[in-house]
């Protein structure tokens, strides 16, 4: 209406003004902008309605699918985790016993042992290689794995989870610090990957 309206004062050499009482007069004109009746029969809401839960269902459908997907690859990679904690506990049973030799050896470079008393380097040095046994940390990351998998399958448990994959993360980092063995920090390394990923998943299920 616009356009005609420009143009037909073009063709009348009169020149075109279009002010906002010239756009209300178009627009509240009954052949221009007329609004039928907004009631909606008892049909339309029942297409509605019916079409509304239908997309509903499919949706929780697709949901829980990606939900059970979701879960299994969770339990994948538990199954992961439990046994790297295996593996690092197999490399833990030789690794204090050998940390322990190693300060044995590296003191008694450093010290004359006929001047000290008789059995006081092997305590000191057992005392050291206690600081680096990591046997508790693998005893309690396998109770929060075994915890992890009982309440894995029943949601909501979002935040339980990850409570769990904390304490099994501080786990990790101990015997990180603790064990002077690249197997093992390689490992721990892996683990705490593993542990990276199940978080993003459980974060997808919620």
Do not use: M, W
Request: hydrophobic share 40%; charged share 30%.
């Amino acid at each position: 209406y616009l356009n005609l309206y420009k143009q037909a004062c073009a063709v009348s050499d009169v020149q075109a003004e279009i002010d906002e009482e010239l756009i209300r007069s178009i627009f509240i004109g009954r052949d221009i902008l007329e609004i039928e009746s907004s009631e909606i029969t008892t049909e339309e809401k029942t297409l509605v309605t019916n079409a509304l839960s239908k997309a509903i269902e499919s949706l929780l459908e697709s949901r829980a699918e990606e939900g059970v997907k979701l879960t299994e690859d969770i339990l994948h990679r538990l199954s992961l985790l439990e046994k790297l904690f295996s593996s690092t506990a197999a490399l833990a049973e030789n690794n204090a016993e050998l940390q322990k030799q190693k300060l044995l050896d590296r003191v008694s470079k450093l010290a004359n042992l006929g001047e000290l008393e008789p059995g006081r380097l092997e305590t000191e040095v057992a005392f050291l290689a206690d600081k680096l046994d990591i046997t508790e940390e693998l005893v309690r990351g396998k109770s929060h794995l075994a915890k992890f998998r009982e309440i894995v399958s029943q949601p909501p448990h979002g935040k339980k989870l990850d409570f769990i994959l904390q304490e099994i993360g501080r786990e990790l980092n101990t015997i990180a610090s603790k064990a002077q063995n690249s197997e093992i920090q390689s490992l721990i390394v892996e683990a705490k990957g593993e542990c990276e990923r199940i978080k993003e998943q459980i974060q997808n299920i919620e």
